[in-house]
């Protein structure tokens, strides 16, 4: 008797080679009817996304299925927790009238002698003639008289947090949310995101992820794409066609503007701006401004070439801030702060020659001479390798005077 793989060992062995077409729709199909619907649902992605151009029928057939499945693996997540809740509650209900029933025999028993009762019990009787017990759960919904777990529809989908510093993370109602499997179309998201106004046209995407790419094939690609974000983003939540986290109309595809969506490039951009505004509380909204700041912009799409722009302008104006608390608390002679500060300058960027300097001159005026020697030292090597440049006069002037001895008064 043949042995089905579970879904583990078949990505483990199987997909480790190049998979055929039916080789996936087979698999995907298998894992489905087993009720494994996460790793089948991934297999039929995947086939549709490697179907020639002259299969577009079957891929849209495929998409339909799915959708059906997507839903279908929906209903059912939220028919068994319905039964489950029902259990549950019935089997407290139960408790409740045994125990009810147990002190309504003590004060009857008390208070009243038995004939004082001639319609003991007559309204249960007519309507449990049989004393039958209460059934469970039917799978038959259509003669329950208890009402139906269901998605309100057209209701209002919640608002997302969105971190674009250092690893991307969508959240909502304050858990992570899981975007599809789909590289491209957590791709496109992510672009949707860095754009100004969040919108692309469909030729563009298309040009963007699938440039070597006939225009029918890319279309097909772009569609199964964006199909397979919608369905992660809008996960338990009904809505219109048409309508959702993300919307296309006249083949531009958009973050709905009616849902709101926070980012932190838009607030870290927002405390920069402020701080640029105003002197008095320019380094409260800076440190603001640094606090969002976890990393490059998009790192996961650190290669793409529509990325690299904003990411370097995020950076600069980072570094700017960070140099600018840095200086505000050395001359305030808050060494901590300004060495913290200073370092993370050279984190962003190592080849930073002022902040390495900036470095040298706290130690020095905290007396750690020798930690100013071993700056000193790691900013000469790392000119060297990345630049090939020694460093400049101002820097080597420091290091002559922390080697002789000499007090050096604070610079800002």
Known sequence: MAISKLPE???????????TRPFLLEQGLHFIQLGCYAEGLDLLTLACEHLPPDQVHLAE???????????????????????????????????CVAAFS???SLLKTSFCPPDHFPCQLKVAEEMNPQNAPIQPFMADQSTSPFP?????????LP???????GRFEVKRLGAPLALCSSRNGQRIFRYLVATAEHCATSDTLQAIFWPEDEPEVAQRKLHIAICALRRSLNSGYEHEAGSGYIVCKNSVYYLNKEITMHLDVDNFLHYFQQGQRTSEGRVAFYEQACSLYTGPFLTEDIYADWSFLQREQLSQKYLAMCRVLAHHYQKMNHYEEAARWATSILKEDHCDEAAHRQLIQVFKAQGRRSEAFKQYQRCERILRDELGVQPAPETAREFRTLAAGEPQPNQA
């Open 159 to 165: 608002e997302l947090f969105i971190t674009c510093f």
């Open 9 to 19: 060992q078949v990505v483990a062995e199987d997909l480790l080679e190049t998979p």
């Open 61 to 95: 057939l495929l998409d339909k299925f799915i959708q059906g499945s997507v839903e279908y693996q929906r209903v059912q997540q939220e028919f068994q927790k319905a039964c489950a809740r029902f259990v549950k509650a019935h089997s407290e209900q139960q408790a």
């Open 148 to 156: 139906q777990p269901f998605m309100k529809e057209d209701a209002a």
């Open 102 to 104: 147990s002190r309504l």
